[in-house]
């Protein structure tokens, strides 16, 4: 489980296609921390730690999470956001997210106002349930609240300090991003469509 806070940024050093699977080296600050076989979320992506070398970390995304992120794009030097397992003793400063992504998305549009960025999303139209006015969602991993929700987009706001800690600031139009939808939320609406 993840909060959404992302707590550094890695970098891309190598990527290796294995059958349909693409193994990755990341380098980070955290990565020395990390340990075999422990989770950590990758833009959003909850992967197993397969081994650590000093500054840097491999994993391996399989197809399925291939198919529903946008870890396959990924190429020496992106940028990724990095967000260890939550500690179960603190404060949770985001909501609760569990690193399996739901789907991805496009950016739309980029708007620069007086202390903060918005970026419009475009999601798929079977996901309009999950996504509801000043609700929260992942998106690349960071816990964000939407605004301006239709059937298919809604806007977050970036502030200076989350561009300038996460991979937003790198984010195109156009750009695919990793979408996480409230784990409460998909319960709940589950059970409605059990009835």
Partial sequence: MFTGIIEAMGTVISRHENGKNITFWIGSTVSKELKVDQSISHNGVCLTVEAVEEDRHQVTAIAETLEVSNLGHWQAGTLVNLERCMLMNGRLDGHIVQGHVDGKAICRDIVPR??????????????????????????????????????????????????????????????????????????????????
């Fill in 114 to 195: 007086e202390g903060s960025t918005e970026y419009t999303i475009e999601f798929d139209r079977k996901f309009a349930p999950m996504v509801i006015e000043k609700g929260s969602i992942s998106l690349n991993g960071i816990s964000l609240t939407v605004f301006d929700v239709t059937g298919t987009t809604f806007t977050v706001a970036i502030i200076p300090y989350t561009l300038a800690h996460t991979n937003m600031g790198q984010l195109q139009k156009g750009a695919a991003v990793n979408l996480e939808f409230d784990v409460i939320g998909k319960y709940i609406l589950r059970s409605r469509t059990l009835d």
